[in-house]
């Protein structure tokens, strides 16, 4: 097992941000939840204490003793994180005064501690804490200020123990990842030997040990996250792996056939389910959004249960499930609302009695890629934008019929196929195209026509919980307008979507 980094989380919106720069160093960590830590692993390098929205003078402020770690490893705190060591020293925490939100300088600074080699005088930070450090405890050297924060980081005497204000995650912060550089290979010690290629050795054979003869059930989607837990398990059992593909009459035109193609040349053991029908006469009447997902979910589970049984002896249930559904998350303000249900096969497992093999379950989507690119999954498979689970389902407003998904599957291939002979489709994080239930009146040739109107949207985003309107070229825009209403013609008006989440979401359902 790799060594490793513990990030504490204490509920700051940048704890997975932190996550990603440490690995991006090819150092492995975990986030673990202040109030639910696990034993402390063996293999320990260092801790980091993450941000949060509280203030260590709030009376039920996320607490922890910090002593197990202390003077045994090396501890970075994180505004937050660097406040509690303070506050925890007999140092005094105040509400700042004055605004310490945004940009600021590093303006003094002892290069000569190892946090803070080799970075510049003057270099930009990111700051946003409501609260400030007035008092450093006796026992605490101040090592950094800017103009407005006198305790900017400091270090504590005979400990490898530092406190930052600032955020290094952040990309506001220049020379962030310089200082994690530091922490974590200089101050820390890590070898920096976590990469896709050492990933993928040992989870292979880690695989193979659990797994021995037993044979695996995995169901493909055409995404980049089953697509690689496939290829792992295959490459660890080979044979015993069978995939099962279900076409839910869902998915983009052409898809079922092409993904089937490439995955039977990836050497995979896939079988294809024609299931359109049943998924059809399970969304029939059915309207609401939450509805259309749950039919939708409920049918692929009981399709994908009665394909299982067809093998016999099969004991476990592989999964494509990523490190950010599994992270527990730190609860500052109670439990938050369910806004969309996205875990639309959450009760595959319990229905079907079998043990469960994850082998991405600690990987962030960028990694899961660069271990796909490792594995050799070609290109279509790894660079595909996100599609949803119920798929073109949720993009057709109100209910789904068959007419309705060939329609729609004729306007996304022309979108879809524009963007990337244009070379915009790498550029952008997704793509869609949604059939709206109303009709426009429009003319063709001499003829009145009263047909359907369907909005494209495009966004850029890194992980899909905030996103941004692509501003695509106009006259990109025109054609594909033109393109579209030439050739698919139950449909006589387009749309673009210039909504950024949030307050809109990427789909529309
Ligand atoms: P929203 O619409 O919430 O979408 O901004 C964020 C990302 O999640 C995808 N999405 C889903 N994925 N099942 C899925 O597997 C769903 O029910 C679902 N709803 C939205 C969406 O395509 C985007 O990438």
Redesign the pocket.
Known sequence: MSEQILIIDFGSQYTQLIARRVRELNVYCEIHPFNHLPEKPENLKGVILSGSPCSVRDENAPNLDLNPYRGEVPVLGVCYGAQLLVHQNDGIVTPSEIREYGRARLEKMDQHYDLLKEMTLGNQVWMSHGDTISKLPSSFTNIASTADVANAAFKLNGEETYGIQFHPEVTHTEEGKTLLRNFVVHICGCEQDWTPDIFVESTVEDLRNKLGNDKVVLGLSGGVDSSVAAVLIHQAIGKNLYCIFVDNGLLRKNEFEEVLHSYKDMGLNVKGVDAKNAFYAALEGCVDPEDK?KAIGKTFIDIFDEESHKIQDVKWLAQGTIYPDVIESVSVNGPSAT????H?VGGLPEKMNLKVVEPLNTLFKDEVRRVGRTLEIPDNILNRH?????GLG?RIIGEVTAEKVRILQNVDYIFINGLKERGHYDQVW?ALAVLLPIQSVGVMGDERTYENVVALRAVSSVD?MT?DWSKLPYDFLADISNKIINNVKEVNRIVYDISS?PPA???WE
């Open positions: 997902r806004i969309k249900s996205h639309n996100p599609f949803p689970g119920p949720i997704q899909g996103a989440k979401t990427i789909e």
